[in-house]
């Protein structure tokens, strides 16, 4: 069973990434992402999809045109988890072309 990450944990998670939050409503993170295009936006996608699929961990996200907002929660806590921030870690080693 997965662990819902502690609040020292997630906070110390939180400042391993870029830009990412707590979600408003939710027990979630999420980062809001701008391509210049949807090719561009798609692209990223893509990249994210198939991590996801390795991981066996998802993101939940909404995209238009160059935007693609990403709010990730492990749905098997309840909550954030290690599997979140490894997630998050990925993506914005992507976005970043790093
Ligand atoms: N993705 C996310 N974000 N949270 C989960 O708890 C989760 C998942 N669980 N992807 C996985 C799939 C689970 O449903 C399968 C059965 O392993």
């Given amino acids: 069973m997965v662990q819902k990450l502690s609040a020292d944990d997630r906070a110390a998670g939180l400042t391993q990434l870029n830009g990412w939050r707590d979600a408003s409503d939710r027990d979630a993170i999420e980062k ?22 390795k991981l066996d961990h998802h993101p939940e996200w909404f995209n238009v045109y160059g935007t693609v907002n990403i709010t990730l929660s492990t749905h098997d806590c309840s909550g954030v988890s290690e599997r979140d921030i490894r ?10 072309g790093t």
Wanted: glycine share 6%; no cysteine; aromatic share 18%.
């Fill in 87 to 96: 997630l998050a870690k990925f993506i914005d080693g992507i976005a970043t």
């Fill in 32 to 53: 809001s992402f701008q391509f210049p295009d949807f090719n561009t936006a798609w692209g990223f996608m893509t990249q994210v999809a198939l991590q996801a699929e």
